[in-house]
């Protein structure tokens, strides 16, 4: 047939097999012969059945991404599926590993479905800022209501084969050799003869839809788009499945479809899909791993506990180290409180919980680590207790163990030196809550050698964390732009901005809070630490603090926080004190745009970001993109700051920029020249990768 598609016989049932490394995806060059084969084999009256199957690790993974944005190649997806439900003799879809947007609805296209009992099914193009554009949201809602669709969809999270077979999606599922499974299955189904019925003629799943509960549930999912389209398109498209013909349903999908995937949202989405899986590409990732069985977590507190629960959920053998027995139950204990949530809310059995316990030892001693294959301290932020801490380790981990400090902001470089091991140190900078925030910067200093490196990228892979790997320079890639980010907030304040009205400017923009509200909530003691520790002030926050205003943790921070509740309430007492820090300063409020908010805010971002590129802390832009959006709640649909410097238009920034640095004189405004080079050739491309 093709390199890319395969056809065999079993006797009367013919078996189509797809072989597009590494997804199957529905490439143009896979479209083609799979059309011509599904023609051939419907005209063939030696054929009573056919099977589609994947040859690899996964069914079909979806259409082509990387053919979005260009011209479309027949045959199309929708024509291949149209084909398809002209058969008259059975066909059955094998699914195993992912059966993912495009993947699902070539499937649905199918008069039956059988699954591996490992499979994944789900239409995510959701996550790329689309909906499913053959046919997806029209059929699926037919075979398993139109409720459950319109979970699936606009979540885009897959479901596995037990649910599927439990909701009327996949037929049968079988253990083994999948292959041979469907052949039987589909002879069996064509000895027992038609008609079979395409899913297009089939409502079953649609009858008796409760309309009003349906739209409760979209509204409710509306709220949570924060401004993306996608999900609101996805939400309609299923509607319409209900409610109008099958061939109305499918030219409005179309339609929405379209519409969606030539805009800037799902653009970003889809650059973000790529920059993720770039992202892990360095040089030196092919080096041969070291070998990591058991991991030593050094602090037993709000991160370190959060770590070790990383690697236990990853599967590893997790020790926990703590200075005392009471650290240590604490920790412990809330480590156990977590899980039991967890369990609570129905997102872990019971069974996993006790298995991913039973992974944690503790203990107050550093002996108990000499058998650590990676060991990461996560210790209180200070330069002089790190060294300490790595200086035991040196005394007492095996050779070949990788040494990771947890620091946020502090010299990596200067805590390898305190080691005689220094090729063996590296950063492993978690976000906090560590347990679910998805980002992990992984510092690269200046002895690391490529093999350490490697084994921490993979290991971050093994538990389930996106990374992305830096160099060394205060507060690594994420922290040193929000530094810049937050550099003009308490101006803003003292010229007139309120903390509410800062805020709202970013949620405006897409993100889920803030930096005021956020600040509450991770607690604004942490910044005040970090300033005393250089020696630098920010008169609002610092008095807030000498106050005890640490955030939500003391119910008042910039905002009011009622006993135990999160939602922030502006408080006249912040507001007031702001007044009076601006007249001693001799500073008129005036009226400040949400415009200028961003301007001063998100700006000095990109142009932060573009000297860490200069500075090859970063190899790629699309890498700060990653980082931003994983670890700081930069908006999906802008595609992560450097993205969104290209939407926003470069030469504007420079323009705001240096109107702001001629009015401040302060560096953060003071363009990059790699900003004035994105103007000029509209690429971050720096000569060399870090
Ligand atoms: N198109 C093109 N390339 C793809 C791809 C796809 N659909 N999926 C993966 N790749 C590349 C990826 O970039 C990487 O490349 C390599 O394959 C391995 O991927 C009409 C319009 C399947 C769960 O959204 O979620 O169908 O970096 O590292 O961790 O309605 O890939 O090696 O060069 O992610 O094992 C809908 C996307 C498309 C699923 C496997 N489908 N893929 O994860 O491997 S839109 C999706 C995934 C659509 C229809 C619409 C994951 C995976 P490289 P990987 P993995």
């Known amino acids: 047939?093709?390199?890319?598609?395969?056809?065999?016989?079993?006797?009367?049932?013919?078996?189509?097999?797809?072989?597009?490394?590494?997804?199957?995806?529905?490439?143009?060059?896979?479209?083609?012969?799979?059309?011509?084969?599904?023609?051939?084999?419907?005209?063939?009256?030696?054929?009573?059945?056919?099977?589609?199957?994947?040859?690899?690790r996964t069914f079909v993974a979806g259409a082509d991404i990387t053919e979005f944005g260009k011209p479309m190649q027949q045959p199309e997806l929708r024509a291949i599926i149209a084909t398809l439900e002209t058969i008259a003799k059975p066909t059955?879809?094998?699914?195993?590993?992912?059966?993912?947007?495009?993947?699902?609805?070539?499937?649905?296209?199918?008069?039956?479905?059988?699954?591996?009992?490992?499979?994944?099914?789900?239409?995510?193009?959701?996550?790329?800022?689309?909906?499913?554009?053959?046919?997806?949201?029209?059929?699926?809602?037919?075979?398993?209501?139109?409720?459950?669709?319109?979970?699936?969809?606009?979540?885009?999270?897959?479901i596995g084969a037990a649910e599927a077979h439990e909701a009327g999606l996949v037929d049968a599922v079988f253990e083994g050799d999948l292959t041979t499974h469907a052949v039987n299955f589909a002879r069996e189904i064509a000895r027992k003869g038609g008609p079979f019925t395409p899913v297009r003629?089939?409502?079953?799943?649609?009858?008796?839809?409760?309309?009003?509960?349906?739209?409760?549930?979209?509204?409710?999912?509306?709220?949570?788009?924060?401004?993306?389209?996608?999900?609101?398109?996805?939400?309609r498209a299923v509607r319409n499945a209900v409610t109008l013909s099958f061939d109305e349903a499918l030219a409005a999908e179309r339609a929405l479809f379209v519409d969606l995937v030539g805009g800037d949202q799902s653009r970003a989405q889809r650059h973000l899909f790529f920059a993720e899986r770039e992202a892990a590409k360095f040089p030196g990732k092919d080096t041969a791993k070291r070998r990591i069985a058991r991991v030593g977590v050094i602090g037993a507190g709000t991160m370190g506990g959060g770590i070790a629960m990383s690697f236990a959920n990853g599967g590893y053998a997790v020790t926990l180290l703590e200075a005392s027995h009471e650290a240590l139950r604490h920790g412990l204990g809330t480590i156990e409180k977590n899980y039991a949530v967890s369990v609570t809310r129905g997102s872990l059995t019971e069974e996993a919980s006790h298995e991913r316990l039973a992974r944690f030892k503790g203990s107050t001693d550093y002996a108990d680590l000499a058998d650590c294959d990676l060991i990461v301290e996560a210790v209180f932020e200070d330069m002089a207790v790190k060294k300490e801490v790595f200086g035991r380790l040196d005394a007492i981990a095996k050779p070949g163990a990788i040494l990771a400090t947890n620091t946020s902001y502090l010299d990596i470089n200067e805590i390898a030196a305190s080691t005689s091991r220094p090729q063996d140190v590296l950063g492993l900078h978690f976000f906090s809550p560590a347990n679910v925030m998805k980002l992990l910067e992984i510092v690269r200093a200046e002895k690391t050698v490529p093999d350490a490196l490697a084994t921490a990228v993979d290991m971050a892979r093994r538990i389930g964390k996106v990374a992305v790997v830096v160099g060394v320079c205060h507060g690594f890639v994420g922290n040193r732009m929000l530094a810049a980010r937050g550099s003009e907030s308490e101006a803003l304040l003292l010229e007139g901005a309120t903390p509410r009205q800062i805020d709202k400017a970013f949620t405006d923009f897409g993100w889920p809070m803030g930096p005021f509200q956020m600040g509450d909530l991770a607690g604004l003691d942490i910044g005040w630490r970090n300033r005393k520790a250089r020696g630098q002030?920010?008169?609002?926050?610092?008095?807030?603090?000498?106050?005890?205003?640490?955030?939500?943790?003391?119910?008042?921070?910039?905002?009011?926080?009622?006993?135990?509740?999160?939602?922030?309430?502006?408080?006249?007492?912040?507001?007031?004190?702001?007044?009076?820090?601006?007249?001693?300063?001799?500073?008129a409020a005036r009226t400040i745009s949400a415009e200028e908010i961003i301007e001063r805010t998100l700006y000095p971002l990109?142009?932060?970001?573009?000297?860490?590129?200069?500075?090859?802390?970063?190899?790629?832009?699309?890498?700060?993109?990653?980082?931003?959006?994983?670890?700081?709640?930069?908006?999906?649909?802008?595609?992560?700051?450097?993205?969104?410097?290209?939407?926003?238009?470069?030469?504007?920034?420079?323009?705001?920029?240096?109107?702001?640095y001629q009015r401040t004189g302060k560096d953060v405004f003071r363009p990059a020249p790699l900003l004035k080079r994105l103007a000029e050739t509209g690429s971050w491309e720096t000569d060399a990768i870090a």
């Open 537 to 587: 002030t920010a008169v609002i926050a610092d008095t807030l603090c000498e106050q005890g205003r640490f955030g939500q943790k003391t119910g008042r921070g910039f905002y009011l926080y009622e006993a135990g509740a999160r939602t922030p309430v502006a408080d006249p007492e912040v507001e007031a004190l702001i007044r009076d820090k601006a007249a001693e300063r001799g500073i």
């Open 92 to 158: 059955v879809a094998a699914i195993h590993g992912t059966a993912l947007g495009g993947g699902l609805e070539l499937a649905l296209g199918c008069h039956f479905r059988v699954a591996d009992a490992g499979a994944k099914l789900g239409l995510p193009e959701v996550k790329l800022g689309i909906l499913p554009g053959g046919g997806g949201t029209v059929r699926l809602p037919r075979l398993v209501g139109a409720v459950k669709a319109l979970r699936m969809i606009v979540s885009g999270a897959p």
């Open 201 to 235: 003629d089939r409502d079953d799943g649609l009858k008796d839809t409760d309309l009003a509960a349906f739209d409760v549930e979209v509204a409710e999912l509306a709220k949570k788009a924060r401004g993306l389209d996608a999900p609101i398109a996805c939400a």
């Open 1 to 56: 047939m093709s390199n890319f598609l395969k056809l065999n016989r079993e006797g009367d049932v013919a078996v189509v097999t797809i072989d597009n490394p590494p997804v199957n995806a529905l490439s143009f060059h896979v479209r083609e012969p799979l059309m011509q084969a599904l023609v051939e084999l419907r005209d063939d009256p030696s054929v009573a059945a056919i099977v589609i199957a994947c040859a690899g």
């Open 606 to 660: 990109v142009n932060e970001g573009a000297k860490i590129l200069e500075e090859k802390i970063a190899a790629r832009a699309s890498d700060i993109d990653v980082i931003w959006v994983n670890g700081y709640g930069f908006p999906v649909g802008k595609g992560g700051p450097m993205f969104w410097a290209g939407l926003e238009g470069p030469g504007k920034i420079i323009g705001r920029l240096e109107y702001w």
